[in-house]
């Protein structure tokens, strides 16, 4: 399995790989000492222990089509998404080299494409996996503290909106098959569900654990909530896990 995202840079001009890997030791050293690679035209392979990591530089932009509806999801976080990322003028590919469990190879993905952040004059990191699109800062910000006791859910995962006729919001999540799970969904008019989905979708993903159909979950011994597997909110057979249902 590989796990990759991409950094949309404000310029055509190439992380400097030394730069790179100064930032990636200082973020990464749970991995490994980091060793400075030879770039292979516009690629460097960075070694970390016995994981690799890769980084491409892209000298061109994503295709519009493919960021259109990140976009207007990272609208509630991020107010100006739709018109900065048409600004990017070229972008980098950073991936794994890694047999790594899903959660080792997003973070060194994460700390691999904050350490370009920091680098590069980056505008943006976005997943194409999940469709999570995120501004530099908040991403360099967030993936400090990553790791795999504290895991930076936002970053990997994106959630969207509907309103449904009865006032309630219904929210899902995007992103966590990469993890082998079902998708997270609430049908809510709770503000803060977005991020109960969040710490649900972490709890799963650190420990494993598997919400089945019929179950109940709370965040308290008297919170019972209810979890429906059922249909997805789009076409296809996908099947969500609704919590609340």
């Known amino acids: 399995m590989t796990t ?3 950094v949309m840079l404000a310029d055509m001009v190439a992380p400097d790989t030394v730069a790179v890997a100064a930032k990636l030791s200082e973020r990464a050293a749970q991995f490994g000492p980091v060793e400075i690679p030879e770039p292979d035209g516009d690629t460097a392979v960075f070694r ?3 994981h ?3 980084v491409s530089h892209m000298p061109g932009q994503i295709p519009a089509e493919d960021l259109e509806w990140p976009a207007q999801v990272a609208g509630w976080y991020w107010e100006d998404a739709i018109e900065q990322v048409k600004t990017h003028k070229s972008h980098v590919i950073v991936g ?3 047999e790594a469990d899903p959660i080792t190879q997003h973070l060194l993905v994460t700390h691999t494409a904050a ?3 920091e ?3 980056a505008i943006c990191v976005y997943w194409g996996t999940s469709g999570v699109l995120t501004p530099s800062d908040m991403y360099i910000e967030q993936a400090s503290t990553a790791d795999a006791e504290s895991l930076p859910v936002p970053l990997w995962l994106s959630v ?3 309103k449904l006729e009865d006032g309630r919001m219904e929210i899902v999540t995007h992103g966590l098959t990469e993890f082998g799970h079902l ?3 609430s049908r809510s008019d709770d503000p803060d569900a977005t991020f109960f989905l969040y710490d649900i979708a972490g709890y799963l993903m650190s420990s494993g654990a598997q919400l089945e159909h019929g179950q109940t979950i709370g965040s308290s011994e008297d919170e019972k909530l209810g979890i429906v597997h059922g249909p997805a909110p789009w076409e296809g057979d996908d099947i969500v896990v609704w919590i609340g249902d």
């Open 4 to 6: 990759l995202n991409m």
């Open 48 to 50: 970390m222990g016995e």
């Open 52 to 54: 690799m990591v890769f």
């Open 96 to 98: 794994t080299m890694s």
């Open 115 to 117: 350490a370009v952040c």
């Open 119 to 121: 680098a590069a004059n």
């Open 160 to 162: 969207s909106w509907a």
């Open 183 to 185: 998708e997270l969904g």
